[in-house]
């Protein structure tokens, strides 16, 4: 096992770069993710775009089993490998016919178009600093992931090793990427100092020698934030990084996020049905329900003035403290939304939240919208935006 020997203690900081214009860092475009299951095809992810720039973070906010996280396996190069997990495990005949069709695909750079059929698996393309991740290679994928884009996960004692001493866990991502065993000790260890102490854990010289368990739940998930962040990463992925903790942790990693994008000139996804992490922590946000992306903005628009039908209810149905006098005040009513969540094997006709809309018309059950910029940055997958209510919060 590697160790990490004692020295002094770096006061090193990462210095604070100043933002330049607009360099873009990830265009998602036509991304599309789908499972093959025993009842069909599951859509999980239907022909989304968007755009990180440097020193933007984005939001993914919806509904659990919308099919964020499917986004962020998709951009991490997973998504294939864990769909088809499952299916070689579990899988009947027909599942295990379109993986290898699809797989044949990928061998001839073929699309699911070109097989004449649609296909499992991922497909569009994820352009990261100018280059088509989904056209590289396991190999080619692996220098990337974890260097240049690394993956924040859910806050959880199991994402961390119990037994292994956190600067050496901090380390392990430094290792794993030094193939030709160049680092210094002395290198590593400044470099897991300046991560630690960049999400401000307290003491770091000394605690860095304890445990996960001996840190309290808020301060995990900073050190899996400092993981994150040991390969000086360009974009930094986290998928719900607040669920599953209580409210004042959730209020920790929230300021810890704050911290690495304040410190950082990083470009983030962040992928969370928290509202409150959302507005504080992202600029521009996306809004998903059943596979689609229903809207994107900046986040202070979309959450102040929702444009889609779906953002409105989804807001109305859990809003945070802070917006309930305000809700009470104008006369809204908190209340969840009516009807079922779409079934992504079956998905409505049309527009993809109509079975659930109040506002649904003939055209919406028959047509699927057009993604329409409403307002300089603001797109809204709706046919009826001019016609909707005004709705302010
Ligand atoms: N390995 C899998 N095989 C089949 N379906 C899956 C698999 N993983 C996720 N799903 C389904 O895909 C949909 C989207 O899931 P996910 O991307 O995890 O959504 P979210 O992160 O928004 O909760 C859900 O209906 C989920 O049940
Ligand atoms: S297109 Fe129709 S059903 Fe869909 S959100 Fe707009 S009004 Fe509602
Ligand atoms: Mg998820």
């Known amino acids: 096992m590697k160790m990490l020997c004692s020295e002094s203690i770096f006061n090193t900081k990462y210095i604070t770069l100043i933002m330049s214009d607009r360099e873009e860092i990830l265009r998602v475009e036509g991304l ?30 919806g509904e659990s089993g919308a099919g964020k996280s499917s986004i962020a396996l998709a951009i991490m190069g997973v998504f294939n490998k864990q769909a088809k997990m499952f299916v070689a495990a579990r899988g009947n005949d027909e599942m295990k016919r379109l993986w290898s069709l699809k797989e044949k695909a990928l061998k001839k750079k073929l699309t699911s178009k070109d097989m004449g059929e649609e296909l499992p698996g991922v497909e569009g393309h994820i352009w990261f600093k100018g280059e088509d991740l989904l056209a590289l290679d396991e190999k080619e994928y692996r220098k990337i992931r974890g260097n240049e884009i690394t993956y924040v996960p859910q806050a959880s004692r199991t994402s961390m090793n119990p037994y292994t001493e956190i600067d050496i866990q ?9 193939e030709d065993d160049i680092l210094w000790e002395k290198e590593v260890l400044r470099r897991v100092l300046i991560a630690l102490d960049l999400v401000e854990i307290a003491d770091v010289d000394i605690r860095r020698k304890l445990k996960p368990s001996e840190f309290s739940m808020g301060e995990d998930q900073r050190i899996l934030i400092a993981m994150a962040l040991i390969m000086n990463p360009v974009l930094m992925i986290a998928d719900e990084p607040t669920t ?27 992928i969370s049905n928290d509202q409150g992490l959302i507005a504080q922590t992202t600029d521009k946000v996306g809004v998903m329900s059943a596979g689609h992306l229903l809207e994107f903005g900046d986040t202070l628009t979309v959450m102040k003035r929702p444009g889609h039908p779906f953002t409105r209810a989804f807001i109305m149905s859990n809003p945070p403290m802070h917006l309930i006098r305000k809700i009470r005040e104008k006369g809204l009513k908190i209340r969840g939304i009516p009807g079922k969540v779409p079934d992504m094997v079956e998905l409505p ?7 659930r809309c109040e506002y649904v018309v003939e055209k919406c059950r028959e047509i699927k919208p057009d993604y329409r910029e409403v307002e300089k940055g603001h797109w809204v997958m709706c046919h009826r935006f001019e016609e909707l209510p005004e709705f302010e919060l």
């Open 32 to 61: 599309k993710a789908f499972y093959a299951t025993p009842r069909g095809l599951l859509k999980a992810v239907n022909d989304i775009s968007f755009t990180i720039y440097k020193g933007e973070s984005v939001g993914i906010f």
């Open 170 to 178: 901090t380390a392990e991502a430094l290792w794993a990427h030094d």
């Open 244 to 270: 599953a903790v209580d409210v004042g942790v959730q209020k920790r990693v929230m300021e810890a996020i704050q911290l690495v994008r304040d410190k950082l000139e990083l470009a983030m996804l962040l």
């Open 349 to 355: 006709s049309g527009c993809p939240f109509h079975p």
